[in-house]
């Protein structure tokens, strides 16, 4: 399962985590899921410790679950907790990139479009979400404010999953593609108050959608 050299570069808590996040987002890991330590432990050949770990650290970004004397599983998002990350999200991303479009560089604005150009053909959902944030933490990182994005990254985990199957099977990719350049440009020209405007409305549709899409599941 794990090859001899990414063994080498991580821990075993990183690797188990890796992995397992995978299992969850490609769905071959359900919601409501049972995630039976033991199991895992033997499956990576190691202790229950480094299993822990990999859970808890799960559990941070929203994938794992803990229930008192049951143990863990994989989370189910309700509508009331994707409203609620959204509108977190909402708060800490349009303050971020109101920053960030202050301080970018043209660097940054070119590792951006490239990242856009990568997704415009982009057909996979696991693909298109991981760049969608890696895209948007490109910009983010301008802000210079390290604390500011560690706590936004967890929040874009929690939602992934869902993501996934939002750009794809909702058919979302190519407007929200339009919505990036719109964001963008507006950091382009260095006018954080039109990114920041752009990105709420852009992170509100997501929203809406997403829920739409829990609701009808």
């Known amino acids: 399962m794990i090859s001899n050299t990414i063994a080498k570069r991580k821990s075993m808590p990183d690797i188990i985590a ?5 299992a969850i987002l490609t769905g071959k890991f359900k919601e ?12 990576f050949e190691t202790s229950l410790i480094p299993v822990r770990e990999a859970l808890r650290t ?6 794992v679950e803990f229930k008192i004397n049951k143990g863990a599983f994989v989370s189910n998002l309700s509508v009331d907790e994707v409203k609620e990350i959204f509108e977190i999200r909402t708060m800490l991303e349009s303050g971020a990139i109101e920053i960030a479009a202050e301080n970018i560089t043209g660097e940054d ?10 997704m415009d053909n982009e057909t996979d959902g696991k693909a298109l979400s991981r760049l969608n944030w890696k895209f948007h933490s ?12 560690k706590m936004i990254a967890p929040l874009h985990a929690n939602v992934e999953r869902y993501m996934m199957l939002y750009l794809v099977d909702m ?14 440009e507006a950091c382009k020209n260095k006018n954080g108050k039109l990114a920041s405007d752009i990105l709420k409305a852009h992170l509100g549709l997501a929203s809406e959608h997403l829920i739409e899409y829990l609701k009808r599941r």
Do not use: P, W
């Open 171 to 184: 058919k979302y990719h190519s407007t929200s593609q339009s919505e990036h350049r719109l964001i963008l």
């Open 32 to 43: 409501g899921q049972a995630l039976k330590q033991e199991e895992i432990a033997a499956m």
């Open 18 to 22: 890796e992995e397992l996040k995978e």
């Open 109 to 118: 604005i070119e590792k951006a479009e490239a990242i856009l150009d990568g």
């Open 58 to 63: 799960l559990e941070v970004q929203g994938l």
């Open 138 to 149: 490109i910009i983010y990182e301008a802000s210079n404010r390290k604390k500011l994005i």
